[in-house]
């Protein structure tokens, strides 16, 4: 059910786009150009899953931080960090 495409957007920063459906809908997803930064939009719970998931595929030595677009919380995924610790971060 994953869905993956190149941005249709010739000027997009993405380098490339998907489609995940889980619990609550789908999250869509990108990776910049930079390969630097994630951005995930949908449910915040589901985001969170998929952000842990990440977790898991990139090296421990490389940080990653979970934020919204306003940069309102910020939240260091850690191999312990759980989907609750970055739902409660941002107040749902």
Known sequence: ???????SDPTSTNEIEWTVPLRFG?????L???GQVVHLDGF?????LFAMWLR????????LLFYDEAYSADVALMSFTREADLVRAFGS
């Open 1 to 7: 059910g994953i869905k993956i495409r190149e941005p």
């Open 26 to 30: 789908d999250v869509f997803g990108a």
């Open 32 to 34: 910049d150009r930079s």
């Open 44 to 48: 915040l719970g589901d985001c969170a």
């Open 56 to 63: 898991n595929l990139v090296p421990p030595d490389v940080e």
